[in-house]
């Protein structure tokens, strides 16, 4: 499956648009990962924790996103777009949603087929 983030992929020719597809992923931070992320907001420096739980909900929307878009008949998603979203007050829910345009490609350029087929 071709992810991009443009609305064409060079050296590609778009055979056909099936359908905006979007993946979305919601992962929970528990009370302990909350609790020593604040301590580094105060001394400084990364989270790891959250950090991981970042990286698996975008594993888990770019999974989801190219399964509908396979079962779409798609091999590639173009104008792809990743957002991220903290939802409840305290931030604990964090909100991974990744969206874009299911097409099929094959190698080539629209200069390649001929205007009467």
């Given at each position: 499956m071709i992810?991009?983030?443009t609305s064409r992929i060079e050296g590609m020719?778009?055979?056909?648009?099936?359908?905006?597809v979007i993946g979305e992923a919601?992962?929970?931070?528990?009370?302990?990962?909350?609790?020593f992320a604040s301590i580094r907001d105060i001394v400084?420096?990364?989270?790891?924790?959250y950090?991981?739980?970042m990286n698996q909900a975008r594993r888990l929307a770019f999974r989801d996103l190219m399964?509908?878009?396979?079962?779409?008949?798609?091999?590639a998603v173009i104008g792809v777009d990743?957002?991220?979203?903290?939802?409840?007050?305290r931030g604990s829910m964090l909100l991974v949603s990744i969206s874009g345009t299911a097409v099929s490609v094959v190698a080539g350029?629209?200069?390649?087929?001929p205007l009467h087929a």
């Open positions: 992810l991009t983030t020719r778009i055979l056909q648009y099936h359908d905006i919601i992962v929970g931070a528990n009370v302990f990962r909350d609790y400084g420096g990364r989270s790891a924790a950090e991981k739980a399964e509908t878009a396979a079962s779409l008949g798609a091999n990743i957002d991220y979203e903290v939802i409840t007050k350029t629209e200069a390649d087929t």
